[in-house]
């Protein structure tokens, strides 16, 4: 199959609302090769390289738990207190059609792994982004609608924050960083808890190769860690 074929077929799935794993399945090659073919069809339905307007953003709330975030820029916690152990989750909706919309979803280890992990883009309807939103933030207190801007911000700027300590976002990460749109880094958030690079091992992980990842760039000074039983 060539590529022109290849993305005819991802074209044709992608407007059944399958997304770039379901798509990557179905036809059996890659997620690295499905990806890019789904920007690029993403990018030739766009109007005059206008991205497809924004209808949603959500956070969890606690998002801000631990960051620095100036309060003059107006972005509200509706629930400070409740904490997230810095993992936060963004949701944001995309217009695909007049009925439907194209969903990015982000787990932002905002102290200090940056995307942990990502779903999508998968396209819904209301309902269907309805009860998905709540699954999506179901292991949290609660969810409230947020900017644009600050679902960026925290996104892209732990990503940032991330390479600066020498790790990169997952994989399922590129299919929807676009939705973010173009970022040119300068985030207005300071990351990390109380400003120090923090890392709580989740089930998963390798701690040992996290670790020694800080231990290249930064001294045992200056970050904190907690593995094993917390």
Request: hydrophobic share 40%.
């Amino acid at each position: 199959m060539d590529n022109a074929e290849l993305k005819d077929q991802v074209r044709e799935l992608r407007a059944q609302g399958r997304s770039p794993k379901e798509i990557a399945r179905a036809l059996k090659v890659p997620p690295s090769v499905v990806a890019p073919l789904v920007r690029e069809i993403a990018a030739e339905t766009t109007t005059g390289g206008v991205a497809p307007d924004v209808v949603g953003c959500w956070i969890n709330v606690g998002w801000s738990a631990g960051l620095g975030v100036d309060p003059a820029l107006g972005w509200s916690d509706e629930a400070p207190e409740s904490g997230a152990d810095g993992m936060v989750c963004v949701l944001v909706a995309r217009r695909h059609s007049w009925d439907r919309m194209e969903v990015s979803g982000y787990l932002a280890d905002v102290f200090c792994l940056g995307v942990r992990n990502a779903i999508g883009p998968q396209i819904m309807d209301d309902r269907e982004l309805a009860r998905f939103r709540e699954y999506f933030f179901g292991e949290y207190a609660g969810w409230q609608e947020a900017p644009y801007e600050l679902a960026r911000h925290l996104v892209l700027g732990s990503v940032d924050h991330a390479r600066a300590l020498g790790f990169e976002p997952h994989e399922d990460f590129a299919p929807v960083a676009d939705a973010l749109g173009k970022w040119e880094g300068g985030s207005a958030i300071t990351f990390g808890r109380d400003g120090r690079p923090f890392y709580l091992e989740q089930p998963g992980d390798d701690a040992n190769k996290v670790l020694r990842t800080l231990r290249r760039t930064l001294s045992d000074d200056d970050f904190d860690y907690v593995t094993g039983g917390r």
